[in-house]
Each structure stands twice: as structure tokens, then as C-alpha cells.
């Protein structure tokens, strides 16, 4: 026993170096805890008073919501530059070229896209058209979507097509200003130099598309039925089919519905393809199953969306001839509707028949266009035709525009200045 008391006795001494480690490392440890639970309170009330302070200037920052892009800023360049899809199915590989000889200015960017429809023959032979084209291979700013989609108008390909065409424009195009989706069946009533020269002069933040949240009849016949777009899946179109159950409209947003043709801004097309608040991820995943979803999904968000519904302006830029009531398509436009067409200003319309007469007409009385080629303007002269490579300014910002600028001048002046302009602003 006593050797035992020995033992604990002398052993004493070896174990207070550890205790006092110990203690050493328990008190820094609550020292570095203190410390940093004092940093993540000053820093959380800091951002909080951030946020509470910038909320009453002229930019609100929410004092609660995840970390997102900002709405990318506009061009500075004196003269914009478009972004056009052109599509088109089966049988409009010729339109298609038409078309894009009326639509083409070097300053510009354009996606062709002919659907899976179209035959392999059709596709290639297109594709073939604006490889071997010279003035194409010499600038540059056309490109096929040689990944087809197939499209049904009444269902939501229509919109992924869309946004597909967008995106590779945005991945390839550079820095455009506007993007403006075209099909076969559109046809330009003005010149490009008329459209640079006129948009030249108003901000491009503007985004003109026709909407309205008064959706009427559309409620029961298109926004509550389900469908299922067989494009979707399939490599046969074919039309929609229906799902039995109903269901109810949106509480979370609100619908808005308007013409399937537009010129978005830039900085709209960017937010649809980011998504950083996941409003338009939601908002296409509901017009996965809306009729028609071409003339809802974009309308829907933009007037949904802070940043952009304050840039809308309530016009297609489409002259168009319908039915009263409107049916599903228009008319086919003929000679007969060539002064409406013109007194409309509009720098578009639609639908035109495959090598309509009036098509003629206007490539002679509203374009200057020759058989077969390019819409004269600053960038070449009326010599050039199928080969104009030698012809090509690069100062591609030296313009002509005509009395198509004025017409069209007239339009968006008139729409901008009017009393009813704000109201007509998403409501």
C-alpha cells in the first residue's frame, strides 16, 4: 500500500502540463468562437441595414432573396444590331432562302432552322444554300440549327424552339440588341437599313409584343385542358391530344396572352434563358401542357417579371389579316391586302402563300430586291446579286434607309407617344 501511495504520489507531477494544455485549448476555442459568432452579427446586420437602406433608394435590394444576376445593360453602339430566327417545315426550304436574301444585312445575325419534318434532302440542300452563298461564308452571321427540332404550333415546341434558336445566338451572335422571330411564311415590308436606322433612335431595353392579361374565352378552351406536344417525344408530328382532367388557372402569377410574333430586348431574352429568379422555369413548365403556348409563355413572363414589365409595347410589328372572331390562322395575304399592308407601316407581315404574287410586288415597290438577291442598302450597291463579296463594306453602319424608314418611323413613333401608352403596359 504504501508503495502504491508512492506511485500516485510521484505521478502527480506528469499530469499538470496536460491539464494546463488542455485548459490552454478549451479557453482559445471559446475565445475563436466568440469571436467569430461577433463577426457573422456585425456582418448580418450590416447586410441587413444594406438591405434596409437600399430598399428606400432608387434601386430596391429584398432583404431576403438568393444571389442573382442583374438584368445585363443595353448596347452603346450607335446603330444595334438584330438577331433574327427564321423556321420554317416541310416544303419551305425556298421560303426560307427567299426570305433570308429580303431579311439579310451583315450587320445582323440570323439562325435558319427547317424542322424534322423536312426531309434529310431538304435540310441539306438548305444547308448547303448558306455554306456555299459567298457573302455568308465571307461575314459570317448565318448559321442552320443543325440540330432540328420539331415543332408543333399548338403545343410548347414551338417555345423550346424558340429559346433554342435564342440561346445559340446568344452563344454565337455577339452583341445583339434585339431578336426577332420570323417564320417561312413572314415576309419584310421595309429594308434593313430602314429597321437599323429607325430602331437606331429609341431604347433598347423596349420590347414589342403584343399582350394582354384579358384572356377571355382562352381560359376554359386553352388554359384549362391539358395537352401533351407528341413533338416532345416523337419523330413523327402529328397534332395534340388531351388529357381528361381540367385544371385550375395559376394563383402564383398571372396569365397574359397575345400574338406569337415579337422583338424581345436582349437583356428579356438573357433573363428567359438564366431564369435567376426560376420565374420563367415555372412558367414553362405550366405551358408544357397550354394550347398554343406561342402566344402565352413569353407574354406571361415578361409582364410577371419586376425588371421587364414596364418595357413593353403593345404591338407585333405584324401586319395580319384575320378572321372576326380571329380563327387559329390568318388569311394568306394576296395583291389584294398590298396597301393595307403598307398603310399598316408595319415592317412585317404575314402569312404569305410559297412564291405568293404579292411577294413580287413588294421586292420591286417596297424592298428594290432583284430576282434572287440581296435588298439593296449602304453596305452594297444594286450591281451585286448572288455574288456580292466583293461588293461588302465592313463599315456595315453606313445606312440608306428609304421611305420604309419613315413609314416605320411613323408606327413606333405614334406607339410610343401615345396618351394610352403606359396602360396598355401588361394590364
Given amino acids: 500500500m504504501v508503495m502504491d501511495s508512492i506511485s500516485i504520489t510521484t505521478n502527480k507531477p506528469q499530469q499538470q502540463p496536460k491539464k494546463k494544455s488542455w485548459l490552454l485549448i478549451l479557453t482559445f476555442s471559446l475565445l475563436l468562437s466568440t469571436l467569430l ?14 438591405a434596409r437602406t437600399s430598399a428606400s433608394g432608387k434601386n430596391p435590394v429584398p432583404e431576403f ?15 444595334p444590331k438584330l438577331a433574327y430566327l427564321i423556321s420554317g417545315s416541310a416544303g419551305d426550304g425556298e421560303s426560307l432562302k427567299r426570305a433570308l436574301r429580303a431579311l439579310y444585312h451583315p450587320r445582323n445575325q440570323y439562325a435558319v432552322h427547317l424542322d424534322l ?17 459567298p457573302i455568308f461564308a465571307d461575314v459570317g452571321n448565318v448559321r442552320m440549327v443543325t440540330r432540328a427540332n420539331l415543332v408543333t404550333y399548338r403545343g410548347p415546341t414551338m417555345v423550346t424552339n424558340t429559346l433554342h434558336a435564342a440561346a445559340i445566338l446568344l452563344r454565337e451572335g455577339g452583341d445583339w440588341d434585339w431578336f426577332i422571330n420570323l417564320s417561312a411564311s413572314d415576309y419584310p415590308l421595309v429594308t434593313q437599313d430602314d429597321m437599323l436606322q429607325t430602331l437606331s433612335g429609341i431604347p433598347r431595353n423596349l420590347n414589342f409584343i403584343e399582350h394582354t392579361s384579358d384572356i377571355g374565352w382562352k381560359e376554359y ?41 415579337m422583338m424581345l430586348s436582349r437583356p428579356f431574352v438573357e433573363f428567359c434563358l438564366w431564369g435567376w429568379d426560376n420565374l420563367p422555369r415555372i412558367v414553362l413548365m405550366y405551358y408544357a401542357n397550354f394550347l398554343s403556348s406561342p402566344e402565352g409563355y413569353f407574354h406571361t413572363v415578361i409582364c410577371n417579371a419586376d425588371e421587364f414589365r414596364n418595357t413593353t409595347v403593345n404591338h407585333d410589328l405584324h401586319f395580319i389579316s384575320w378572321d372576326n372572331p380571329p380563327k387559329q ?38 424592298l428594290g430586291r432583284s430576282t434572287d438577291g440581296f ?14 463579296s466583293v461588293h461588302v463594306k465592313r ?22 407617344s401615345a396618351e394610352d401608352f403606359q396602360s396598355k403596359q401588361c394590364t
Avoid at 397 to 414: D, F, H, N, V, Y
Wanted: neutral net charge; without cysteine.
Fill in 37 to 50: 459568432i461577433t463577426i457573422t452579427v456585425t456582418s448580418t446586420s450590416s447586410l441587413l441595414y444594406y
Fill in 375 to 388: 435588298v439593296p442598302g449602304g453596305w452594297f450597291g444594286r450591281e451585286g446579286n448572288s455574288n456580292l
Fill in 117 to 133: 419534318e423536312a426531309s434529310a434532302e431538304e435540310r441539306l440542300e438548305v444547308a448547303s444554300f448558306l455554306r456555299n452563298e
Fill in 221 to 261: 378552351q386553352r388554359a384549362k385542358p391539358v395537352i401533351i406536344d407528341p413533338g416532345l417525344y416523337s419523330l413523327q408530328k402529328s397534332d395534340v391530344f388531351w388529357v381528361s382532367e381540367k385544371r385550375s388557372v395559376p394563383t402564383a402569377y398571372r396569365l397574359f396572352t397575345g400574338s406569337a410574333w
Fill in 395 to 416: 463599315n456595315d453602319t453606313e445606312l440608306r434607309p428609304g421611305r420604309g424608314a419613315e413609314r416605320l418611323k411613323t408606327l413606333i413613333g405614334s406607339l410610343l
Fill in 329 to 366: 390562322h390568318p388569311h394568306f395575304l394576296t395583291i389584294d391586302d398590298f396597301q393595307r399592308m403598307v398603310d399598316s407601316n408595319a415592317p412585317f407581315a404575314r402569312k404569305f402563300g410559297r412564291n405568293e404574287a404579292v411577294l413580287d410586288k413588294i421586292d420591286t415597290e417596297l
Fill in 65 to 79: 432573396v438568393e444571389s442573382k444576376l442583374h438584368v445585363a445593360p443595353t448596347s452603346r453602339v450607335p446603330v
